[in-house]
């Protein structure tokens, strides 16, 4: 017959190895960038959460690679980048563009307007193809070679008569 104290320890053993397995997944999710979410308590319900940096599916995607519309960062030196996509701008202006995506989000944030949910939404996505594209460029990701006599992506292998279209 269990006793309290026996009941009790159990209960404190199960708890000790919940919080094991807490800490070890929060690692692994910092580690992969998965499960981090900025804002994660203001999101609209019914909306999936933001990840930290973007997945290499979203950056392939249709709107995975934004054209820099805003003036740069205040504390950026370099050259203007206005204009050019996210894959043709260095880490460290991404970097920059992705705090203060981070920043707007959270003003944003505060209010109860669907419009500013809306924008701080559209930021926090931003902020994380930012920080995905800084994190390829730094991997060493260079842009696909387009051959300029059929304005194709060249693969390197030889033409034959079935890989023309026509």
């Known amino acids: 017959m269990a006793t309290a104290e026996a009941a009790l320890a159990a209960l ?10 807490d800490a070890r997944l929060t690692a692994l999710e910092r580690h992969f960038g998965a499960g981090i979410v900025h804002g994660a308590t203001s999101q609209p ?10 997945s290499d599916r979203d950056l392939d995607g249709q709107y ?12 950026w030196t370099g050259d ?4 050019k996509r996210f894959s043709e701008c260095p880490p460290e202006y991404l970097d920059m563009v992705a705090s203060r995506l981070d920043y ?13 949910q809306k924008k701080m939404r559209y930021d926090r996505i931003d902020a994380s193809r930012a ?3 800084a994190q390829r460029l730094r991997n ?10 059929f304005g194709a992506v060249a693969t390197g292998e030889p033409l034959t008569d079935d890989s023309i279209p026509f």
């Open 12 to 21: 404190e053993s199960i708890a000790a190895s919940c919080k094991s397995i």
């Open 45 to 54: 319900s019914g909306m999936m959460p933001v990840p930290s940096i973007a």
């Open 64 to 75: 995975g690679n934004p054209e820099v519309k805003a003036k740069s960062p205040r504390d």
């Open 80 to 83: 203007s980048q206005q204009g």
């Open 104 to 116: 707007f989000a959270d003003q944003h944030a505060s209010s109860q307007d669907a419009a500013e």
């Open 131 to 133: 920080r995905g594209w």
């Open 140 to 149: 060493g990701w260079k842009p696909p070679v387009e051959d300029a006599a």
